[in-house]
Antibody, heavy 115, light 106 residues
Framework: EVQLVESGGGLVKPGGSLRLSCAASGFTFSSYSMNWVRQAPGKGLEWVASISSNSNQIFYADSVKGRLSISRDSAKKSLSLQMNSLRVEDTAVYYC????????WGQGTLVTVSS | AIQMTQSPSSLSASVGDRVTITCRASQDIRSDLGWYQQKPGRAPKLLIY???SLESGVPSRFGGSGSGTDFTLTISSLQPEDFATYFC?????????FGQGTKLEI
């Protein structure tokens, strides 16, 4: 069964840092691009970042460029999102999703940025 | 950046109704569009890919059409489990962009 499981969310103060992880199983992780998407409380979906299968291409939403960093470890079948200089407006559930088709998604991990 | 304009933002319907949701892209995205269903507290689920291809396991009452800039998701006969929020996503280029969502309510 293809599965993605996020972890690492929590409460952090503005300006703080957090690292999210997404553990992949049930498919050949190294063959797929991967994505992070977030959803603020009661809001729609916002694409955050994507990384190609070999990490050669990385893309970010303008809203997170320079503060969030996506990476992957194919040996560990893991996707990461390093989040620095966090802002209140970064509060959201963060999902990882597989490939260009964004299928499947993990269950999400909640990041709350608040003083 | 490509803007995805989705309509309506909310829709009231009844079991058995036929409903249509649209997404319009601000530029040609070929057929690089997916439709997703999200239920409260759950992750989105892919329904349609390539604008018109039904994802495995998705009921045949769901259908997608369109190419270029105009796309449609149709549910031919609403079932109780279909009441949810629906999003479109373009993966033609970066930045990826979602429609604003359509909340389908009874």
């Amino acid at each position: 069964e293809v599965q993605l499981v996020e972890s690492g969310g929590g409460l952090v103060k503005p300006g703080g840092s957090l690292r999210l992880s997404c553990a992949a199983s049930g498919f050949t992780f190294s063959s797929y691009s991967m994505n992070w998407v977030r959803q603020a409380p009661g809001k729609g979906l916002e694409w955050v970042a994507s990384i190609s299968s070999n990490s050669n291409q990385i893309f970010y939403a303008d809203s997170v460029k320079g503060r969030l960093s996506i990476s992957r470890d194919s040996a560990k079948k893991s996707l990461s999102l390093q989040m620095n200089s966090l802002r209140v407006e970064d509060t959201a559930v963060y999902y990882c999703a597989r490939g260009d088709l964004f299928d499947p998604w993990g269950q999400g991990t909640l990041v709350t940025v608040s003083s | 950046a490509i803007q995805m304009t989705q309509s309506p933002s909310s829709l009231s319907a009844s079991v058995g109704d036929r409903v249509t949701i649209t997404c319009r892209a601000s530029q040609d995205i070929r057929s690089d569009l997916g439709w997703y269903q999200q239920k409260p507290g759950r992750a989105p689920k892919l329904l349609i890919y390539g604008a018109s291809s039904l994802e495995s396991g998705v009921p045949s009452r769901f259908g997608g059409s369109g190419s270029g800039t105009d796309f449609t998701l149709t549910i031919s006969s609403l079932q109780p489990e279909d009441f949810a929020t629906y999003f479109c996503l373009q993966h033609y280029n970066y930045p990826r962009s979602f429609g604003q969502g359509t909340k389908l309510e009874i």
